[in-house]
């Protein structure tokens, strides 16, 4: 049976388990595993039969901004519709927060496009909302902002954008 729930500092190993084959691959970053437990209320996982199989992060950048982090699911349960019941359920958190745009930096861009996402190339904030938050240090603020110091972290990741 599948279930989607907020993960729990327990799931920490099996998620970078999960991850492990992806950032090998560059398709994900890698994240220390201290960064794991800091952000692990941003985490849902997937659990087919007790197991956990896959994983995903909404992370909140500004009032009406959000970006879907590190969505995987482990290479022996692709195809099953996991990652669409993960993605469902941190879309309905994001609506939640009062979130209205959700964003992502990909290359299943068919995936994301098939689940209402659209590429964009320009920087969906204004200057002055850039301004703010251009000072943040989260690695993942830097992309979404495009910025130099990560380019390295973001070629060929497309990035794509979904309204609520």
Known sequence: MLLIRSARTSDVPRIQKIAEPLVAERVLLG???????????????AELDGEVVGFGALHVMW?????????????????????AAMLSELLERARAL????????TFEVDFFHRHGFEEISDMPVDAETYAEMVRSHDEGVAEFLDLARVKQNTLGNSRMLKYL
Not at 31 to 45: D, G, N, P, R, T
Not at 63 to 79: C, P, S
């Open 63 to 83: 009032q009406d901004l959000a970006e879907v982090r590190t969505l995987a699911v482990d290479l022996g349960h692709k195809r099953q519709g996991l990652g």
């Open 31 to 45: 994240k220390e595993m201290v960064e794991l437990y800091e952000s692990i209320q941003e985490f849902v996982v």
């Open 98 to 105: 009062g979130v209205h745009r959700v964003f992502c930096l």
